[in-house]
């Protein structure tokens, strides 16, 4: 599986970005995608994920501001980030994790889209 997230940038408080992560390889039906940040200095922390029946879960830090989307016809995620602030700077990294046989498991990452909020 490979992931390959794109969409961050340079944006002004308040601003908006969409992030993109498309996934290639064997992906499953219960496979959840999602995205995860890591500001510098910190640790990587979770923020959306969501299962290809639509269930979504987002970080209390981001509820109301962010939403999490998904194509599966595409394997293919989206973060709609919106009322970006300077706290929400931080690389985004986009992760595919499921189950596997005999109680094993998968997880990978993509390779992380920069995310500058100015303020």
């Known amino acids: 599986v490979q992931l390959q997230a794109s969409g961050g940038g340079l944006v002004q408080s308040g601003g908006s970005l969409r992030l993109t992560c498309a996934a290639s390889g064997s992906i499953f039906n219960n496979d959840v995608m999602g995205w995860y940040r890591q500001a510098p200095g910190e640790q990587r922390v979770f923020i959306a994920t969501i299962t290809s029946g639509g269930s979504i879960y987002l970080a209390d830090s981001v509820k109301g501001r962010f939403t999490i989307s998904r194509d599966n016809a595409k394997n293919t995620i989206y973060l709609q980030m919106n009322s970006l602030k300077p706290e929400d700077t931080a690389v985004y990294y986009c992760?595919?994790?499921?189950?596997?046989?005999?109680?094993?498991?998968?997880?990978?990452w993509g390779q992380g889209t920069q995310v500058t909020v100015s303020s």
């Open positions: 992760n595919l994790a499921g189950p596997r046989p005999y109680g094993s498991s998968r997880s990978y």
